[in-house]
């Protein structure tokens, strides 16, 4: 039962890009076969909740620069039992920037993604979720984080080249 309100977010994705059909089967199917799937003591992988976070003009992003992943991510991470994963994003959201302003552009589903995580390997079936926030706003980095700062989209490449990433600005430059 706990898992419904995500299988129907899930069954309303609208698919935007090849990558999304498989992810989305996946994703589903993993849900479906594992009850505990919020929970980040299933081993084999979890749902984890992301906010890519925008500016008013679409024109920047908000990164992490992952502390223990060493790279420049969304905001993100787990659901601890959570199963309304829309709040967990916001939360993570709120909690990885300090941030007071951040509002949706949508509670619906923005993208979709499955990653491995190294050193314990396991996956991460990510679902993630559109914010807009003030850049203005000062940033208070977590512990969770070497570093916060906005990006101008027409630069990400400089900071990060994962493909999930650079798949959320093609999304973002179709609103």
């Not at 199917?29 to 890519?52: M, P, Q, Y």
């Not at 620069?65 to 601890?80: C, E, I, M, T, V």
């Not at 994963?85 to 949706?104: C, D, F, N, T």
């Not at 070497?146 to 490449?157: M, Q």
């Amino acid at each position: 039962m706990h898992r419904s309100q995500l299988q129907s977010m899930l069954a309303k994705y609208q698919i935007s890009c090849s990558e999304d059909e498989d992810i989305l089967r996946e994703i589903q199917d993993f849900i479906l076969k594992n009850t505990t799937c919020f929970e980040r003591s299933l081993s084999i992988g979890h749902v984890t909740g992301s906010a890519w976070v925008v500016d008013a003009a679409k024109a920047y992003t908000l990164l992490t620069h992952h502390r223990k992943l060493n790279k420049w991510l969304q905001l993100g991470g787990h659901a601890d039992g959570d199963s309304d994963i829309y709040s967990v994003a916001l939360r993570e959201a709120q909690e990885e920037s300090g941030l007071k302003s951040i509002i949706p552009i949508s509670k619906d589903i923005f993208d979709i993604d499955i990653h491995l995580i190294p050193g314990n390997p396991h996956y991460h079936y990510d679902v993630r979720f559109i914010f807009q926030a003030d850049r203005e706003e000062a940033l208070k980095i977590s512990h969770e984080s070497k570093d916060l700062a906005w990006i101008p989209l027409h630069k990400l490449e400089d900071f990060s080249n994962e493909p999930s990433v650079l798949r959320l600005r093609e999304k973002t430059k179709l609103l």
